[in-house]
């Protein structure tokens, strides 16, 4: 009787559940290219269960049984409580080294190795509490942060990156001076404090191993005028008044268009990605080689095994390259 109104009831609260875990997540990060969303989405909502089945779950069971062996208390159905608390220890054990493996399996790091993840299974569980505390800091602090800004008439665009080299500080020049070319105003660059910034700095752990990024540096944020943009390891968030947040995003993904910091985010497009930054940085090369190159990777980018986004990420990037060396063939002749 019982059984299909539970089961209407399971699938609402497990689409309620993922539709929040997205929500949070492209909160923060934005639209994730390379179908990465739900991979981040999956480990977020595995991080987190993680969180509150070992400080929660787990606090209790541990208080119950304290309490049993010391005849405080007893067990209405030994048998069935008892399970549950061994499905909870099991949770708290087996859940973290899942959520690598799936990081593993998405090819979230470069290839797949069973033994790199048996190499890294100890440092899964302090990973699952980064993620976890920072997605339950993003449902407390998002929506309170969202009022906050709709109240100023600001918006919000975001420009999911990671960070590569330990390039941040390249990153975070690039911010300013785009600022101040695009505002006319000086940009002050001061550590990200409040509410936003708390979710970042909980997370920079995860971020670091899970994610590839390098960067260990607080977040930052560049502030010019009334546009503020906040700078972490996985993303750049463009915060201004409604009429110019647009803009404003277009100005720094130009500016970001080969860089030291990844615009995609699967093995595949990073190193194709990894190709225009040397192909960019290329010292003794002429015009017609340089463009040979380029050429190369143009072609390897439409036969990549890439999203469609990621595509469009690559292409928009080489289109960029094109751009460039015609703008400065032009100057050649003019001068």
Same mark, same amino acid.
């Given at each position: 009787?019982?059984?299909?109104?539970?089961?209407?009831?399971?699938?609402?609260?497990?689409?309620?559940?993922?539709?929040?875990?997205?929500?949070?997540?492209?909160?923060?990060?934005?639209?994730?290219?390379?179908?990465?969303?739900?991979?981040?989405?999956?480990?977020?909502?595995?991080?987190?269960?993680?969180?509150?089945?070992?400080?929660?779950?787990?606090?209790?069971?541990?208080?119950?049984?304290?309490?049993?062996?010391?005849?405080?208390?007893?067990?209405?159905?030994?048998?069935?409580?008892?399970?549950?608390?061994?499905?909870?220890?099991?949770?708290?054990?087996?859940?973290?080294?899942?959520?690598?493996?799936?990081?593993?399996?998405?090819?979230?790091?470069?290839?797949?190795?069973?033994?790199?993840?048996?190499?890294?299974?100890?440092?899964?569980?302090?990973? #699952?509490?980064?993620?976890?505390?920072?997605?339950?800091?993003?449902?407390?602090?998002?929506?309170?942060?969202?009022?906050?800004?709709?109240?100023?008439?600001?918006?919000?665009?975001?420009?999911?990156?990671?960070?590569?080299?330990?390039?941040?500080?390249?990153?975070?020049?690039?911010?300013?001076?785009?600022?101040?070319?695009?505002?006319?105003?000086?940009?002050?660059?001061?550590?990200?404090?409040?509410?936003?910034?708390?979710?970042?700095?909980?997370?920079?752990?995860?971020?670091?191993?899970?994610?590839?990024?390098?960067?260990?540096?607080?977040?930052?944020?560049?502030?010019?005028?009334?546009?503020?943009?906040?700078?972490?390891?996985?993303?750049?968030?463009?915060?201004?008044?409604?009429?110019?947040?647009?803009?404003?995003?277009?100005?720094?993904?130009?500016?970001?268009?080969?860089?030291?910091?990844?615009?995609?985010?699967?093995?595949?497009?990073?190193?194709?990605?990894?190709?225009?930054?040397?192909?960019?940085? #290329?010292?003794?090369?002429?015009?017609?080689?340089?463009?040979?190159?380029?050429?190369?990777?143009?072609?390897?980018?439409?036969?990549?095994?890439?999203?469609?986004? !990621?595509?469009?990420?690559?292409?928009?990037?080489?289109?960029?390259?094109?751009? !460039?060396?015609?703008?400065?063939?032009?100057?050649?002749?003019?001068?």
């Amino acid at each position: 009787m019982l059984a299909a109104p539970l089961f209407v009831i399971s699938q609402a609260l497990g689409r309620a559940t993922s539709f929040v875990l997205g929500w949070a997540t492209s909160l923060f990060f934005g639209q994730i290219p390379g179908g990465k969303e739900r991979v981040v989405s999956m480990l977020s909502a595995i991080a987190l269960a993680w969180v509150i089945l070992t400080y929660v779950g787990g606090t209790v069971s541990a208080v119950v049984l304290i309490l049993e062996s010391l005849k405080i208390v007893t067990l209405r159905d030994p048998t069935t409580d008892d399970a549950r608390i061994q499905a909870a220890l099991i949770g708290i054990i087996a859940l973290p080294p899942i959520l690598l493996l799936v990081a593993e399996a998405s090819h979230l790091v470069p290839g797949t190795s069973a033994g790199r993840w048996l190499r890294r299974i100890p440092e899964s569980y302090p990973i #699952a509490l980064s993620l976890g505390t920072g997605v339950a800091l993003m449902l407390v602090v998002g929506p309170i942060v969202l009022v906050r800004r709709w109240r100023r008439g600001l918006r919000t665009h975001h420009i999911p990156v990671l960070v590569a080299d330990g390039k941040f500080d390249t990153l975070v020049n690039d911010v300013a001076d785009e600022l101040r070319s695009c505002t006319g105003d000086d940009a002050m660059i001061t550590k990200l404090e409040g509410l936003w910034a708390l979710p970042m700095r909980a997370m920079r752990y995860a971020a670091e191993r899970l994610f590839r990024s390098v960067v260990r540096a607080e977040p930052i944020l560049i502030a010019a005028g009334a546009v503020e943009v906040a700078a972490y390891a996985m993303d750049v968030n463009v915060t201004a008044p409604a009429e110019d947040a647009y803009w404003l995003r277009a100005a720094l993904y130009k500016r970001f268009g080969v860089g030291h910091m990844h615009l995609t985010w699967s093995a595949t497009s990073q190193k194709l990605e990894r190709r225009l930054w040397e192909l960019r940085e #290329a010292r003794g090369l002429t015009r017609d080689e340089r463009l040979r190159r380029l050429d190369g990777i143009a072609r390897d980018v439409d036969r990549a095994p890439v999203g469609s986004d !990621e595509w469009n990420v690559l292409y928009r990037i080489v289109l960029q390259e094109r751009v !460039e060396q015609s703008r400065d063939l032009r100057e050649e002749r003019t001068a």
